[in-house]
């Protein structure tokens, strides 16, 4: 449960919601998105 309100993420996952509307038919998607985290580079930069 994110309790940091709806400008501060606390848990790493947003939620996206997009209304459609066409004609007299009206769609919701809503999603969930997780933001992940990449190993480390261990290799050497140049």
Do not use: Q, Y
């Amino acid at each position: 449960m994110d309790t940091g309100g709806g400008f501060n993420d606390t848990n790493g996952r947003i939620i996206v919601t997009s209304v459609g509307v066409k004609g007299a038919a009206t769609r919701t998607v809503r999603i969930v998105m997780r933001r992940i985290t990449l190993p480390p580079l261990v290799a050497a930069l140049e």
